[in-house]
């Protein structure tokens, strides 16, 4: 690989090629069938793949680029030992390597980077979608009835959707420099792609500040206001935002990756969730990659996030985001002052 290339097109190509492997991870977790789910909270779980996936992101990384400050959001229990050679990706993606980088972004140094990994974004979503590759009904029942967290409701809606919602699942590496999300990358580990007439698993969609997006093709926003919202983590206040925004549709998907792609291929125009349970590992890819195609992302009060080393991890007052400016200026003006301070306050 050539070094004449600056290291934020470097690392993004390495990025985007280390998402594809880790996806691959979160495709044989499932075909294994063993989970392996730990609870870390309240509606907050972990699994093999969330925690093997990290493992492959951040030491394929940290081999090619020591000095990077990498935040993941799983605390590893198995951090211990070697990670498996063949989850140490050192290729990098051809295509990205050969754009053209931003003059701002020529001279960043490792050291001024950080990297937010979040290496399943849609766990809820990846656990629920293992009942629905159990073919035989009686052992996906069973298996429901031994599911730390699926409610009666959600057993039906998604034996409804007869594929679960694998979809929603993504893995997200987002790059920060001064801060401010700079380039990003979602992969889909379960879109369905048709290449010739070759079945192919999964996509990779990136964006770079200044320069674009690549990997999915764009579309404009709906004609009417189409809201995505989670799926998994709705509270009263989470509702009420909702509630006045006098939307068309509300779309309710799993993770902060799968929103942001559904703003960015035309389905929604805007995410709102008026909730503190993001985390900086959730936002600062899509937001990179929102950034690159024209579209904003800031908290429910209209203020952008910070990416640096000490900030806390919280997205405390939520996130809104849109596909333009002008929705996203809609969208703030629809949220009630007493909502705000109720999130500001927490
Ligand atoms: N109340 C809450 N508690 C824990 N995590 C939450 C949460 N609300 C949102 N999140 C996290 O934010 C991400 C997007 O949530 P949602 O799908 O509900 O929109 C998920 O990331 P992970 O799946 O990576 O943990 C989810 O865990
Ligand atoms: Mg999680
Ligand atoms: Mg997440
Ligand atoms: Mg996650």
Redesign the pocket.
């Known amino acids: 690989m050539s070094t004449s290339v600056p290291l934020i097109v470097r690392l993004l190509s390495s990025s985007v090629s280390v998402a594809n492997r880790a996806g691959k991870i979160v495709r044989d977790v499932m075909s294994k069938g063993e989970l392996g789910i730990i609870e870390k909270?309240?509606?907050?779980?972990q699994t093999e793949a969330?925690r093997s996936a990290q493992r492959c992101i951040i030491a394929s990384l940290s081999a090619q680029y020591p000095k990077l400050n990498i935040i993941g959001?799983e605390d590893n229990p198995d951090n211990e030992g070697d990670v498996p050679s063949d989850w140490i990706v050192l290729e990098s993606d051809k295509d990205v390597l050969s754009l053209e980088c931003p003059v701002a972004l020529k001279s960043v140094k490792e050291e001024d980077i950080v990297v937010w990994v979040?290496p399943?974004?849609?766990?809820?979503?990846y656990t629920q979608g293992a009942l629905m590759l159990k073919r035989d009904p009686w052992e996906r029942w069973k298996m429901y009835l031994t599911h730390p967290f699926i409610s009666m409701k959600w057993y039906f809606s998604l034996l409804q959707s007869k594929y679960g919602f694998l979809e929603?699942v993504t893995v997200l590496i987002g790059i920060s420099v001064n801060e401010k999300p700079v380039a990003g990358v979602i992969h889909q580990p379960y879109y369905k792609n048709l290449v010739g007439s070759e079945k192919k698993m999964g996509r990779t969609i990136w964006g770079l500040q200044e320069v674009g997006v690549g990997g999915y093709t764009p579309a404009p926003p709906p004609d009417s206001l189409v809201i995505t919202?989670?799926?998994?983590?709705s509270?009263p206040v989470v509702e009420q935002a909702l509630s006045v925004m006098n939307a068309s549709q509300i779309l309710r998907?799993?993770?902060?990756g799968y929103?942001v792609l559904q703003l960015l291929e035309g389905k929604a125009s805007v995410y709102v969730?008026a909730?503190?349970?993001?985390?900086k590992?959730?936002t600062c890819a899509p937001e990179a990659v929102l950034n690159a195609a024209g579209g904003k992302l800031t908290d429910i009060l209209g203020n952008f996030y910070k990416y640096g080393a000490s900030v806390s991890h919280p997205n405390k007052t939520g996130v809104l985001a849109a596909v333009n400016d002008e929705l996203h200026s809609y969208a703030l003006s629809r949220i009630p002052q007493e909502l705000k301070e109720a999130l500001s306050n927490k």
Do not use: M
Request: hydrophobic share 15%; proline share 0%; with cysteine.
């Open positions: 909270g309240k509606d907050d779980y969330d959001e979040d399943l974004d849609g766990t809820s979503e929603h919202t989670t799926r998994s983590h509270n998907v799993g993770g902060a929103k969730f909730s503190s349970g993001c985390k590992w959730d």
